[in-house]
């Protein structure tokens, strides 16, 4: 059974930082490209980060800069570290994994305010 479980989520002020994990479970993580999206309210879902098997990266040019990407291949885990977060951060956080199928994570919230 595959899952994708995501965890660091919270309320933060602006300018302030969270680490966000996504443990997986079920898939070759190695072989998969990891991806972080969020969702705001009353908006389309939308891509924040993804990483390659390779460990290429690409980033929205709305984070790019104040949020980094990572993988952890030996603990099947992605992490998204997210500093100087501002209000328009606030949304759902996604984890995916990709390869011949999509799959999805839960959620988790994150809350920039003051």
């Known amino acids: 059974q595959v899952q994708l479980v995501e965890s660091g989520g919270g309320l933060v002020q602006p300018g302030g930082s969270l680490r966000l994990s996504c443990a997986t479970s079920g898939i070759r993580f190695s072989s998969y490209v990891i991806g972080w999206y969020r969702q705001a309210p009353g908006k389309q879902r939308e891509l924040v980060a993804t990483?390659?098997?390779?460990?290429?990266?690409n980033y929205a040019d709305s984070v790019r800069g104040r949020f980094t990407i990572s993988r952890d291949n030996a603990k099947n885990t992605v992490y998204l570290q997210m500093n100087g977060l501002k209000p328009e951060d606030t949304a759902v956080y996604y984890c995916?994994?990709?390869?011949?199928?999509?799959?999805w994570g839960q959620g988790t919230q994150v809350t920039v305010s003051s």
């Open positions: 990483i390659t098997s390779g460990g290429s990266m």
């Open positions: 995916n994994g990709k390869l011949a199928f999509s799959y």
